[in-house]
């Protein structure tokens, strides 16, 4: 037996297979299936932003923590991070793969950076 639930909306459905055999004492036997049909799980990020600030003699600022959840089950991620522009990657986040809920810590590396204003992202796929 074999259900496929992709089509149907979130809900409780129900069946029976009837198998039958002639000749039988005991037929025919009826198998009820359930099939319950739950929505995806999601996953949320706190903060969905940070800010760092450096100084050109300060050494890089301290690191800073994502928090991931997910509902309805725990959930498989990747993390990577990508920088704009041509400047070398200055962005770090670990750990880059991990089971939600998960407590990511993202940091800078402002040794090679002429001042100015950087912007990158971590991207998290599950």
Known sequence: ????GSSLPVGSYSGTVIIQAQGAGNSPQVVPITLNVVAAPTITVAPQALTYTATTAGGNPASQTIQLQSSGANLPFTAATTVSGSAPNWLTVTPTSGTTPAT??????VANLTPGTYTGQVTINT
Do not use: K, P, Q
């Open 1 to 4: 037996v074999s259900v496929n």
């Open 104 to 109: 990511l810590t993202v940091g800078v590396n």
